[in-house]
């Protein structure tokens, strides 16, 4: 009955109850608003019509039907069952009245007139303003994550980028490093720079091409989470909650795929196949076959701690647990830092050690300047003229920088850095060289150094351009 009603206080113009029902000399009755709006789109001076009878009227004169108006005001004051706990919106159905309800199952308006209400039985229905604060909640949570992903993407790019730049510059430094190599040898050893190159070649192509795909893809998926943040963006700008409520189905399947993780793997370049020493290397392998003769390199007694005990020839070293042996003080002599030096020193050349350590938990090596402090506890930093490498907690090895620089050992310790004109060699893992930040004075005299706190075996080998391969077995603590 209360739809029959409501059927006779509809306005044929907006399919609406009446707002200020009037008439003008015919039987039918329009909102003043709807009947204005229709006369303003008739000729300027022309005659008006009623839009159902057709009849026209000259200058009809609009009259206000008291009556009606509060036949429509007590109607809409009326607790209909479907509009009980509907709160009143300011939009109205195209076809209807105003919308009360939304369903977010759905994504869409729900109108009582226009939908059944079993459409919309086992759904989640709820008001225009929870539903406002609720799809605007979401649409928040998924800007952030849009945003989030942006950002990370935006990182992966970057760094792609340097790596990409760190490869290429990798790359060229390479090529020059095994150019210079191999033209300190001699005519025969041309096809073996040429294999090496080739397969830097390939090996440079392959990550390139590999950073350059993912580069491609994320900055595809970056474009997706941009135009997903610009769709968001764009829907939450509407001021008007029918506005923006309207266009959340289609907004969410705009959306879709607009998301993505940012996952950034990447081999990495495979700096450790041409790191190490080429010509101590390519020598070994070259003359595996032939014995080469040793020459010594022996430790400086002068400047061992009291705890070490040396062989009578200097090339072992212990650590005596027990006691401090009752040596002669001496200004080279280390008097707290267990340590040793080598007994020859050097100012220029490049120089290499193959070191075999047995299995302890802890050790130092490196070079040292030859002016370096002996006495007192000592910083063993490049700034203090020490340039070592320490292997610490069982199998942590760490470049002794300010601060230390953990290095990533992915193979055995075999690599020394070369300091042109200088020539600091350092024994460090191959797979992640550093130049260390400060260089002695090229006239300075440096001599390997060794300090350690537990028994250890090792074996020293320095190479020259003019020297062969040189094994001496260390005893070092």
Same mark, same amino acid.
């Given at each position: 009955m209360a739809c029959c009603l409501k059927d006779e206080l509809l306005c044929?113009?907006?399919?609406?109850?009446?707002?200020? *029902?009037?008439?003008?000399?015919?039987?039918?009755?329009?909102?003043?608003?709807?009947?204005?709006?229709h006369w303003s789109r008739q000729e300027p001076h022309g005659v008006r019509d009623c *839009?159902?009878?057709?009849?026209?009227?000259?200058?009809?004169?609009?009259?206000?039907? /008291?009556? /009606?108006?509060? @036949?429509v005001e007590r109607y809409s004051a009326f607790p209909l069952d479907a509009i009980l706990n509907a709160q009143r919106s300011s939009y109205p159905c195209k076809d209807h009245e105003k919308v009360k309800l939304f369903c977010l199952s759905d994504k869409s308006l729900v109108c009582f007139f226009c939908d059944e209400p079993? =459409?919309?039985?086992?759904?989640?229905?709820?008001?225009?303003?929870e539903a406002y604060e609720e799809i605007q909640r979401e649409m928040k949570e998924q800007l952030a994550t849009l945003q989030d992903s942006e950002k990370g993407h935006t990182e992966a790019l970057q760094l792609l980028q340097r790596q990409l730049t760190e490869t290429?510059?990798?790359?060229? +430094?390479?090529? &020059?490093?095994? +150019? $210079?190599?191999?033209?300190?040898?001699?005519?025969?050893?041309?096809e073996r720079q040429?294999?090496?190159? $080739? $397969? /830097?070649?390939?090996?440079? &192509?392959?990550?390139?091409?590999?950073?350059?795909?993912?580069?491609?893809?994320?900055?595809?998926? =970056?474009?997706?989470?941009?135009?997903?943040i610009g769709i968001l963006q764009e829907r939450l700008n509407e001021t008007g909650r029918h506005? %923006?409520?309207?266009?959340?189905? =289609?907004?969410?399947?705009?959306?879709?795929?607009?998301?993505? $993780?940012?996952? =950034?793997?990447?081999?990495?370049? #495979?700096?450790?196949?041409?790191?190490?020493?080429?010509?101590?290397?390519?020598?070994?392998?070259? %003359?595996?076959?032939?014995?080469?003769? #040793?020459?010594?390199?022996?430790?400086?007694?002068i400047t061992a701690h009291q705890r070490l005990i040396l062989s009578d020839d200097c090339t072992i070293v212990a650590y005596g647990n027990l006691h401090p042996q009752p040596l002669q003080d001496s200004p080279r002599r280390f008097d707290v830092e267990v340590s040793v030096l080598g007994a020859e020193g050097f100012g220029s050349g490049v120089h290499y050690w193959e070191v075999m350590v047995s299995e302890k938990t802890q050790w130092m090596i490196g070079v040292a300047n030859?002016?370096?402090?002996?006495?007192?506890?000592?910083? @063993?930093? #490049?700034?203090?003229?020490?340039?070592?490498?320490?292997?610490?907690?069982?199998?942590?090895?760490?470049a002794c920088t300010e601060p230390w620089t953990? /290095?990533?050992?992915?193979?055995?310790?075999?690599?020394?850095?070369?300091?042109? +004109?200088?020539?600091? *060699?350092l024994l460090q893992p191959w797979a992640e060289p550093r130049q260390w930040q400060e260089r002695p004075a090229a006239e300075n005299q440096h001599r390997a150094s060794i300090r350690a706190t537990h028994r250890v075996t090792l074996q020293i080998g320095l190479l020259t351009s003019t020297l062969p391969e040189v094994r001496i077995p260390t005893m070092m603590t």
């Open positions: 044929s113009i907006c399919l609406s109850i009446y707002q200020d *029902p009037v008439s003008f000399g015919c039987e039918h009755y329009f909102c003043r608003k709807c009947i204005t709006e *839009p159902e009878c057709r009849r026209t009227f000259a200058d009809p004169l609009l009259s206000p039907s /008291l009556k /009606l108006s509060n @036949i079993a =459409l919309h039985e086992q759904h989640q229905v709820t008001t225009i303003d290429k510059s990798s790359a060229k +430094g390479l090529r &020059a490093t095994i +150019g $210079e190599a191999f033209e300190r040898l001699q005519r025969f050893l041309r040429k294999a090496m190159l $080739e $397969e /830097l070649e390939t090996d440079t &192509a392959r990550t390139l091409s590999d950073i350059e795909h993912k580069i491609q893809r994320f900055s595809q998926q =970056l474009r997706d989470v941009k135009e997903g506005d %923006f409520l309207e266009g959340v189905a =289609l907004t969410s399947e705009r959306i879709k795929g607009k998301i993505h $993780e940012t996952n =950034l793997t990447y081999e990495d370049f #495979p700096t450790s196949k041409y790191m190490g020493p080429l010509q101590y290397t390519i020598w070994k392998s070259l %003359f595996q076959d032939i014995s080469p003769v #040793p020459a010594a390199l022996t430790l400086d007694p030859e002016t370096v402090s002996r006495k007192g506890s000592i910083q @063993i930093q #490049p700034s203090r003229g020490f340039y070592c490498v320490v292997m610490h907690d069982g199998n942590q090895y760490s953990r /290095l990533n050992v992915k193979s055995k310790l075999e690599k020394g850095e070369d300091f042109p +004109g200088q020539a600091l *060699p």
